[in-house]
């Protein structure tokens, strides 16, 4: 099979296996494709675990989860060096990190200085300890993971590693109907005692995911696609250029980032339609989740119940789409 053919079974296997969260399955492949990695954010129980454990199942590849509580300490992300007092050298232990695919489980249950054990990471695909530099795995993915509801003690992710993040996520709740397959799902696995560990028939082989990044890069983005998602970018730094209410909602625009972003995840997105062009409505669909994160609201836009959805909703508006 072509490396298309071999994720769009992966794909439906993962819409037969998580029920009601076909845009979360969308945005993991999206940034598996796009080799990023992406913050998810919504209440309990909305198979945020499940989604990225059977994902892990349907590749060859290895897979940890981090629960981040506020005693967790850098080096246990990272790993630390062991000392050996039979030979008085230090030996490298490798932590959790060095994995293909890592949960990151309420991140911002972590202080600062641990939430930044991952920037290095999930920037340069390495990290460092004391004078040496590791190298992490080729596949290497980090979904993180945020409750929304209850916000008391934990620390807010900054700006600058809310950035490295390609995607951010918001889930709702499933619909009545998908919630009834829920059900019939779960009294499925239970009565094959198999509820911890989806089974997928994929396994598809680490070469084939890089196959597929290479052929998304080669997709066709028109000259005038490029330079509408430079044009959006642009007016979330110059909103004054199209409005002064804009402009009033806006404290920090868009950073390159942001630009590249929308570059992937449109050309991804497409390509797991099946076509080998990038369309306008490719970068609108994928436009809140690679923006929402990276605009800063003002004061006043806050102070009136304002969301970052909403003035991207205006920016979409804003600007013309060839």
């Not at 506020?70 to 246990?76: E, I, M, S, T, V």
């Not at 972003?261 to 609108?284: E, I, K």
């Amino acid at each position: 099979m072509s490396p298309w053919e071999e994720i769009a079974k992966l794909k439906d296997e993962l819409n037969n296996a998580i029920i009601g969260q076909s845009k979360l399955i969308d945005r993991i492949l999206i940034a598996l494709l796009a080799d990023g990695h992406l913050l998810v954010e919504g209440a309990p129980g909305l198979a945020k675990t499940r989604a990225i454990k059977t994902l892990a199942a349907g590749i060859d590849c290895d897979f940890h989860r981090i629960q981040f509580t506020p005693d967790l300490l850098p080096a246990d992300i990272t790993g630390t060096e062991i000392y050996r007092p039979q030979d008085g050298t230090f030996v490298f232990q490798p932590g959790p990190i060095f994995h293909n695919l890592i949960l990151a489980d309420e991140i911002n249950r972590a202080p600062a200085k641990v939430q930044s054990a991952l920037l290095e990471a999930m920037g340069e695909h390495q990290i460092s300890v004391g004078p040496t530099t590791h190298p992490l795995p080729e596949l290497f993915l980090v979904m993180a993971t945020q409750n929304s509801l209850e916000q008391e003690g934990t620390y807010p992710l900054p700006e600058a590693q809310l950035d490295r993040f390609l995607l951010h996520v918001l889930l709702d709740y499933p619909t009545i109907e998908a919630e009834r397959q829920i059900l019939q799902l779960t009294r499925q696995e239970a009565s094959q005692a198999n509820n911890h560990s989806p089974q997928l028939s994929s396994n598809i082989q680490q070469a084939v995911l890089f196959s597929a990044r290479q052929q998304i890069l080669d997709i066709h983005m028109a000259p005038e696609v490029e330079e509408y998602i430079v044009q959006l970018v642009m007016a979330s730094r110059q909103p004054k250029a199209y409005s002064d209410e804009l402009d009033s909602w806006i404290e920090y625009g868009v950073s390159p980032r942001g630009t590249i972003a929308m570059d992937r995840c449109s050309r991804c997105l497409a390509w797991l339609q099946g076509r080998d062009f990038v369309t306008p409505s490719d970068v609108q669909a994928i436009c809140h989740d690679t923006l929402r994160h990276r605009i800063g609201l003002s004061f006043e836009a806050e102070a009136n119940g304002m969301s970052a959805d909403q003035v991207i909703d205006a920016l979409l508006k804003a600007v013309p789409a060839p």
